[in-house]
């Protein structure tokens, strides 16, 4: 299993951007996006099940929208009016039948300065 991240940068602040995540070596079941700012835990971003069914954190509720291509084993993190505090490594997750962890992206540095 591989999952490839990119869409990353560097935006201003009330920017967008779109993040998108290539997986390959499976089916999978519910896929999503966590990130990660510095010195702080990994945190749920989205995460959207194989029907399509979706879930937010309440910080990007309403800028945030995950979606997902299952023909193209990719799903797609669109981040609309960005702030300072969506800066973090963002990573890429995949659920997989019938195994108990989960697999990770590499991550992708997103950037929002203040």
């Known amino acids: 299993v591989q999952l490839v991240e990119s869409g990353g940068g560097l935006v201003q602040p009330g920017g967008s951007l779109r993040l998108s995540c290539a997986a390959s070596?499976?089916?999978?079941?519910?896929m999503g996006w966590y990130r990660q700012s510095l010195g702080k835990q990994r945190e749920l971003v989205a995460s959207?099940?194989?029907?399509?069914?979706?879930n937010y954190a309440g910080s990007v509720k309403g800028r945030f929208t995950i979606s997902r291509d299952n023909a193209k084993n990719t799903v797609y993190l669109q981040m609309n009016t960005l702030k300072p505090q969506d800066t973090a490594v963002y990573y890429c997750?995949?659920?997989?039948?019938?195994?108990?962890?989960?697999?990770w992206g590499p991550g992708t540095q997103v950037t929002v300065p203040s």
């Open positions: 997750n995949a659920v997989v039948p019938g195994i108990s962890y989960d697999f």
């Open positions: 070596g499976s089916i999978f079941n519910a």
């Open positions: 959207i099940s194989s029907s399509g069914t979706t």
